[in-house]
């Protein structure tokens, strides 16, 4: 294959990567329990900040996520955790954006903790047969 063939399947190749990345869904991302790898999002600068997904909240007829930063932001202690909620935009892909209601904020904390509260009570109790 002479050199004009490769490049122009390499462009080939970049370009359909590049098209998978732009369909990136954050709903299938968020949602799959075998996900490993950081959320990464990007703030209104255009900067990549990377997260670890600590919880999906379903919540008052929203989809809500608890990401904690991995990369330092500013004014955000190294022990907390970001309530983001899902928008979905009709044409576009569903985005995360901050959730900025304080309370609505703690209220998915407090829903997050009782799901924790749940799962300990239940690995608790002993299976009766």
């Given at each position: 294959?002479?050199?004009?063939?490769?490049?122009k399947?390499?462009?080939?190749s970049k370009k359909?990567?590049?098209e998978e990345q732009?369909?990136?869904?954050?709903i299938?991302?968020?949602?799959?329990?075998?996900?490993?790898?950081?959320i990464v999002?990007?703030?209104?600068?255009?900067?990549?900040?990377?997260?670890?997904?600590?919880?999906v909240?379903?919540?008052?007829?929203?989809?809500?996520?608890?990401?904690?930063?991995?990369?330092?932001?500013e004014?955000?202690?190294?022990d907390?955790?970001?309530?983001?909620?899902?928008?979905e935009?009709?044409?576009?892909d569903?985005?995360l954006?901050v959730?900025a209601d304080?309370k609505?904020?703690?209220?998915?904390?407090?829903?997050y903790?009782d799901l924790?509260?749940?799962?300990?009570n239940?690995?608790?109790?002993?299976?009766k047969?």
């Amino acid at each position: 294959m002479d050199k004009k063939k490769v490049q122009k399947v390499e462009e080939v190749s970049k370009k359909v990567q590049a098209e998978e990345q732009a369909s990136y869904n954050i709903i299938d991302v968020l949602m799959d329990e075998d996900n490993k790898d950081p959320i990464v999002l990007m703030d209104g600068n255009g900067k990549k900040l990377s997260f670890e997904q600590i919880a999906v909240i379903p919540y008052n007829d929203k989809l809500y996520c608890v990401l904690k930063p991995i990369d330092k932001i500013e004014n955000v202690k190294d022990d907390e955790a970001i309530v983001f909620y899902v928008q979905e935009r009709e044409g576009q892909d569903p985005v995360l954006m901050v959730e900025a209601d304080e309370k609505v904020a703690m209220d998915v904390f407090d829903e997050y903790y009782d799901l924790l509260d749940e799962a300990s009570n239940k690995a608790k109790k002993p299976n009766k047969k």
